[in-house]
């Protein structure tokens, strides 16, 4: 059975205890001989800093680049609000990206429907929501230079950022898009805003070209990103597939989070390009930061962050069995009534960090005997 290797980045504020509940998940998978994880585990943000005085140290950037896959909490905290810029948190997070050349994220949005009642919409139209974001990640409007702000002499000043895009990037997010829907619902929605930006008519072209020459068994459709917005909110289950750049990537991802009412229930991971083998660097993480205001009290809902390592289950282990056991263990245990503070909704009682954890691993070992 081959190893498989997973970095543990904790990170700050409820990093750790998420972590810890992850943890019991990969010994149990270790344990009864469903796989072998071989896990190291490094400093990252507000904790690195601390110690290195550095985001990230270089040695756990090593770690990192040896890794299968990375699982990272959250990072930052008001701790380290004073920080200098380049050492802060976050930096971490985008030195990781940046190096492991994670082009590529992806957001499932997924109702559960013993937790449709807490999400701003009608049971009805989020019911059964399945849909998976894919957001292009290191290009884009965030990167694109000139970026500055320039002083031009009269009391104003001129604030300018590039939206840039090549062929390349386009398409190889397309190609992500495009695969992930053949093993999901057959269709992809490409949104950009080809109307008024050149950069928006390239996405559109080259998604288009790419879709007819390769995967046009796929259905292909283009919204424009204010439409999209729209209808992610009006009927969100029309949707299998989003692909988009970086900017509105981040805008729609987090409406279509709240579609499924808690910040706590949502996995992401973070892909690079595929190498000679077929494997590709990935980073696992909750969509949720580190929660500095409920830190330490045992309370944080660890599902975001075992829903992540079930996608790395999927995505970088090939160990779909487990991934799909992972699904349905979180699905049963919000179906017997399990309750973090976060999604109380009208439940009764709740359960701790730790307990939330138990019962998905008891709840694992009944879909895996
Ligand atoms: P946050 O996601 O940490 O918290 C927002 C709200 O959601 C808080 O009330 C928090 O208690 C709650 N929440 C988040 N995750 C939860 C969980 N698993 N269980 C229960 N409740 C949960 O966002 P914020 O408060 O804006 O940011 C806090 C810190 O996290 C900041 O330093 C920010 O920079 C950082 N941050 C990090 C990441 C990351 O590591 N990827 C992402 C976002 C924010």
Redesign the pocket.
Known sequence: MSVHKLLLLP????GPE?TAEAKKVLAFLNETGAARFETQTGLV?GAAYDVHKQAISEADMELAQAADAVL???????KWDGVPYEVR??AG?LRLRKDLGLFANLRPAICYPALAEASSLKRELVDGLDIMIVRELTGGVYFGEPKEIIDLGNGQKRGVDTQVYETYEIERIGRVAFELARKRGNKVTSSDKANVMKSGLLWREVITALHKREYSDVKLEHMLADALGMQLVRWPKQFDVIVTDNLFGDMLSDEAAMLTG???MLPSASLGAPDAQGKRKAMY??????????AGKG???????IGSLGMAMRYSFDLPKAADAIDAAISAVLAQGLR???IKGSAASTVSTSEMGDAIVRELGGILA
């Open positions: 990170g700050d504020g409820i998420i943000g990272l909490a959250a990072v930052g905290g008001p948190p976050e997070l808690s910040l706590g993480e909750p969509c949720h930061g580190s929660a500095p205001d409920i309370i944080a809902n660890p599902i975001a962050m973090t503070a976060d």
